[in-house]
């Protein structure tokens, strides 16, 4: 087994954690730390075994929030939540992303892969927006994130957010698009989609505009990338051209989602 | 006549060219098929590829044929548009074509690579052919 020295070394606190170790107890660690990459190897040949849509439901009641509560209602890996920055005066799409989106690195990504394969700008703008409404609300999140931008974005754009919910559901080998073993984990490999969703998929089938959310679908699968670097400038342009931003603040325009991007804006208010 | 004798020619050269193993090289770019293995899971990367870490999984009564492609960008490789080079599609024995998902993005970007090529086709099904722009391989002798 080959043992990643750094790795080695950072498990137990660094060189100066090391330093003040006698032989005894740096020859213990190694051992463990071999038994515990061992464990890992072994554990990563073995075929995955997903669970159940009724295992997945048996966890409802171990946890103290639903698992559709919006990112900023929760805190990170069961910890309490942390202060929000507030929002600047006349907050703009770009300050949702820093403040109340980010990392966001999901969208990031995806959006730079429609980039980088030729889609149009309102299919990179749809990717860049597509998972935003998960910081507010996680059900429906495609229903709900084409109501939180459709006032200021192209309607191909928030068609594409809206719709891309459902086809993520039914794999299409033509346009590219493959089921993901991640939804097998999150909804059960027995998981089968409700009525709602396989009527709107029908009527998805024979719209002129399926590609639109087709192609969301296509760029979310490739968009999971732990190493990826990226950031918001390239979309500037985009987001300069297609998105329409309030002079008076996303959230104080009166728009019919202004109380939407309010909720984000102040979470911590009681009503 | 004429016709058909320049299209059984350019049929001859081109099963000539395609085989496996043997590197084929469009728009500075030099393709070699490295192999093709069936997988219960694969996983979904662009080429070059990332370390995305979302997979597909074989289902009953489908399998994943996986073709794995060795890239090199050699110097007369010309960057084109984006979305410009079209998916790589493989054909099985009965003429069946297959799309992946796998995209090409930024394939200049790094001078030697390879890529899976992920086929989710219907159990038993043995791929022929791969085809990457205009190189064709023969997948008949790379199957594994």
Not at chain 1, 64 to 93: H, I, S, W
């Amino acid at each position: 087994m080959e043992i990643d020295r750094r790795a080695f070394i950072a498990s137990l606190g660094g060189p100066a954690a090391v330093a003040l170790m006698d032989h005894e107890a740096k020859a213990e660690a190694l051992e463990h730390y071999m038994e515990d990459k061992l464990d890992e190897m072994v554990a990563a040949q073995q075929p995955e075994k997903f669970p159940t849509v009724a295992e997945i439901e048996a966890q409802i009641e171990t946890r103290p929030f639903r698992r559709g509560t919006g990112g900023v209602f929760t805190g990170q890996r069961g910890q309490n939540v942390k202060k929000l920055e507030p929002m600047p005066d006349k907050a703009t799409l770009q300050d949702f992303f820093r403040l109340r989106f980010a990392p966001a690195n999901h969208v990031l990504q995806s959006a730079t892969r429609a980039l980088k394969t030729g889609m149009s700008e309102e299919i990179v703008l749809a990717c860049l927006l597509h998972d935003c409404v998960l910081s507010l609300i996680k059900p429906d999140h495609g229903w709900w994130g084409a109501q939180l931008f459709e006032p200021y974005i192209p309607e191909k754009s928030a068609f594409a957010i809206r719709y891309h919910q459902t086809l993520r559901f039914y794999p299409d080998q033509e346009a590219g698009y493959e089921y993901p073993d991640q939804y097998y984990r999150i909804f059960g490999h027995d998981y089968t989609p409700p009525k709602y969703i396989e009527d709107t998929y029908k009527m998805l089938k024979n719209h002129k505009w399926y590609m639109e959310p087709r192609l969301v679908t296509v760029n979310d699968l490739y968009a999971f990338d732990p190493n990826a670097k990226v950031s918001i400038e390239p979309f500037e342009d985009i987001i300069g051209r297609h998105f329409k931003q309030p002079k008076e603040g996303l959230g104080y325009d009166n728009s019919s989602s202004a109380h939407m991007w309010r909720t984000l804006a102040r979470p911590d208010n009681p009503l | 006549m004429l016709k058909a004798f320049s299209a059984s020619l350019l049929l001859a050269a081109v099963a000539a060219a395609a085989q496996a193993g043997k590197a084929q090289t469009v728009n500075g770019l030099q393709m070699t098929v490295a192999g093709v293995k069936l997988m219960e899971k694969a996983g979904l990367r662009d080429c070059p590829p990332g370390t995305n870490t979302v997979n597909a999984v074989q289902r009953p009564g489908d399998q994943l044929s996986v073709v794995t492609v060795a890239f090199k960008v050699l110097p007369d490789f010309k960057p084109r548009p984006p979305g410009t080079m079209k998916r790589a599609v493989a054909t099985a024995a009965d003429g069946t074509a297959y799309n992946t998902s796998v995209q090409f993005v930024d394939v200049g970007s790094v001078p030697e690579y390879s890529c899976d090529f992920v086929y989710r086709v219907p159990s038993g099904t043995v791929l022929k052919t791969l085809q990457i722009e205009d190189a064709k391989f023969d997948l008949s002798a790379a199957d594994k």
